[in-house]
């Protein structure tokens, strides 16, 4: 249940935004990237609710309008492309229209936080028994441990790893497998990108690789190198970093604001069992949506 707003003090959108980019500046992203405070109200209302999603789809954008917050904090970001009409006829449009009629600020970090120690990455890297890490493309100027992707030295037996990634990642997810090695293998080096890992992890010397998606080429480049690859799906290998970020958040702003993951937020992709004509759950869950 929800508590009172009136129990948080707020905070102005100015100092929210401060606290995120403190976290992870917004000149850590990359430059075809479009990150930071995508609206601002015309009006300013003091920030007492934020939500926090992966991405802001129309059912999101309900969840925050039933949930009277003032700031979303979406983490790809919904206006990527430059929008040349503000209409109803189209999804991202109806979104960014709510915004602007609600006055909710929109905030996008992306590949700030993919970046950022830890940040997306690091956090995803924690299915791995660590004993080195550093960041496959460090980031100039920026602290030590700052960059795309991240390369790590472990000795973990590849079921103990996959074992240990579905667990971190939630039981409910599926894993996909493109398999060079047997059960049993000692994975020594692992190369991981959140989301879309397929152009940053080219040519990377791994035993294995975790990312959320790459495409069928990438795939068969990679296991005729001899290298195990997991995807999660784009999201999944994301969305458990929302969480820990919440209380970061939280602490950062001294408990002033009320701090929401989303509930709403999913991965456009589900696995549908072998046998799915006797169980149509899952077509009910899809188009709840």
Same mark, same amino acid.
């Given at each position: 249940?929800?508590?009172? %707003?009136?129990?948080?003090n707020?905070?102005?959108l100015?100092?929210?935004?401060?606290?995120?980019?403190?976290f992870?500046?917004?000149?850590? @992203?990359?430059?075809?990237?479009?990150?930071?405070?995508?609206?601002?109200?015309?009006? =300013?209302?003091?920030?007492k609710?934020?939500?926090?999603?992966?991405d802001?789809?129309?059912?999101v %954008?309900? =969840?925050?309008?039933?949930?009277?917050?003032?700031?979303?904090?979406?983490?790809?970001?919904?206006?990527?492309?430059?929008?040349?009409?503000? +209409?109803?006829t189209?999804w991202?449009?109806?979104?960014?229209?709510?915004?602007? @009629?609600?006055?909710?600020?929109?905030?996008?970090?992306?590949?700030?936080?993919? *970046?950022?120690?830890?940040?997306?990455n690091?956090?995803l890297?924690l299915?791995?028994?660590?004993?080195?890490?550093?960041?496959?493309?460090?980031?100039? !100027?920026?602290?030590?441990?700052?960059?795309?992707?991240?390369?790590?030295? +472990?000795? %973990?037996?590849?079921? *103990?790893?996959?074992?240990?990634l579905q667990?971190?990642?939630?039981?409910?997810?599926?894993?996909?497998l493109?398999?060079?090695?047997n059960?049993? +293998?000692?994975?020594q080096?692992? !190369?991981?990108?959140?989301?879309?890992?397929?152009?940053?992890?080219?040519?990377?010397?791994?035993?294995l690789?975790?990312?959320?998606? %790459?495409s069928?080429? =990438?795939?068969?480049?990679?296991t005729h190198?001899? +290298?195990?690859?997991?995807?999660c799906?784009?999201? /999944?290998? =994301?969305?458990?970093?929302?969480?820990?970020?919440?209380?970061k958040?939280?602490e950062s702003?001294?408990?002033?604001?009320?701090?929401?993951?989303?509930?709403?937020?999913?991965?456009?992709?589900?696995?549908?069992a /072998?046998?799915?004509?006797?169980d149509?759950?899952?077509?009910?869950?899809?188009?709840?949506?």
């Amino acid at each position: 249940m929800l508590k009172r %707003m009136s129990s948080y003090n707020g905070q102005k959108l100015v100092t929210v935004v401060k606290e995120l980019e403190k976290f992870a500046p917004i000149s850590w @992203a990359e430059k075809w990237d479009n990150v930071g405070l995508l609206i601002e109200p015309h009006r =300013e209302k003091l920030i007492k609710r934020i939500l926090i999603s992966n991405d802001l789809t129309e059912p999101v %954008m309900s =969840e925050a309008l039933a949930k009277d917050v003032q700031l979303i904090i979406s983490y790809h970001p919904p206006i990527f492309k430059p929008l040349t009409r503000i +209409t109803q006829t189209h999804w991202k449009e109806r979104v960014v229209a709510a915004c602007l @009629a609600n006055d909710i600020a929109l905030y996008s970090p992306h590949t700030a936080w993919d *970046k950022a120690c830890g940040g997306v990455n690091d956090w995803l890297s924690l299915a791995v028994d660590i004993l080195s890490i550093r960041p496959l493309e460090p980031e100039l !100027g920026a602290p030590p441990g700052t960059g795309s992707g991240r390369y790590i030295e +472990t000795k %973990m037996e590849l079921s *103990k790893l996959l074992e240990s990634l579905q667990k971190h990642i939630g039981n409910s997810v599926h894993i996909a497998l493109a398999v060079s090695h047997n059960p049993n +293998t000692l994975i020594q080096t692992v !190369g991981i990108c959140a989301g879309s890992g397929g152009s940053l992890l080219k040519g990377i010397q791994a035993d294995l690789i975790i990312t959320g998606e %790459m495409s069928h080429h =990438e795939l068969l480049e990679f296991t005729h190198n001899n +290298t195990t690859v997991l995807l999660c799906n784009h999201s /999944n290998s =994301e969305r458990g970093f929302l969480k820990v970020f919440s209380h970061k958040l939280g602490e950062s702003l001294n408990g002033a604001c009320e701090i929401l993951v989303s509930e709403a937020d999913k991965d456009p992709l589900v696995t549908v069992a /072998n046998d799915f004509t006797k169980d149509k759950s899952i077509f009910v869950d899809c188009y709840k949506q």
